[in-house]
């Protein structure tokens, strides 16, 4: 970003640098893209943004994102309340909602434990998910579907005992070897944990 960058630019930059994934130098292209070709776009963004942070909060029970006080899963009294899918982002709750094959309930951590980085269990959705097992008798599986990273497997860790506390079942996402892959092109650690999970 140029120092001769006007303020309001400069805020601007800045404020884009805030996205994950964006530098300094996406940042200055988003602005100036916006600015020099697309003015009605970035005031379609800025007012969808301000919306977004207006009105959406936390669901009440499933902590992910949502307009009302429910989100539409919590919402949908279809789902089997016996299941309790616990996720690290909304993101990662919609990678599994695309499958169709899902059809319990979800919590969402809203991130995942990471001391290196400050974060602890106060900092993501642990007492939340406590509260919801404590309180949802129908509940008798929860299925851990945090990522297979070494903070993923940590916060997997501690929500498996949690839940292993309260007398409840509790499974992992099986991982292996992706469907259609060739094992020559594997990662070896893949290939360890098939061969461990097999059956």
């Known amino acids: 970003m140029s120092e001769a960058s006007p303020g309001r630019l400069r805020a601007l930059m800045q404020a884009l640098q805030r996205l994950p994934g964006v530098g300094q130098r996406s940042a200055a292209r988003m602005a100036y893209h916006l600015l020099q070709h697309d003015r ?20 009440a029970l499933c902590h992910t994102l949502a307009e009302d006080e429910l989100c539409p899963t919590c919402a949908d009294p279809t789902r089997d309340a016996t299941q309790l899918c616990v996720v690290e982002t909304p993101a990662d709750q919609a990678a599994i909602e695309r499958t169709g094959v899902y059809r319990g ?57 949690l839940a292993r506390a309260l007398g409840l079942r509790v499974t992992r996402l099986a991982r292996g070897v992706p469907v259609g892959s060739e094992l020559e092109y594997v990662d070896l650690g893949t290939i360890a944990h098939a061969l461990a999970d097999r059956h």
Not at 41 to 58: C, E, I, P
């Open 105 to 161: 309930r979800y919590f969402v951590l809203m991130g995942h434990l990471s001391p290196l980085d400050g974060i602890g269990p106060d900092d993501i959705g642990l007492r939340p998910l406590l509260q919801r097992l404590q309180t949802a008798p129908a509940v008798q599986e929860v299925i851990v579907a945090t990522n297979f990273t070494a903070e993923g497997e940590a916060t997997a860790h501690v929500v498996s005992q």
């Open 40 to 59: 009605d776009g970035a005031l379609q963004l800025a007012q969808a943004l301000q919306a977004a942070v207006q009105g959406v909060r936390h669901c």
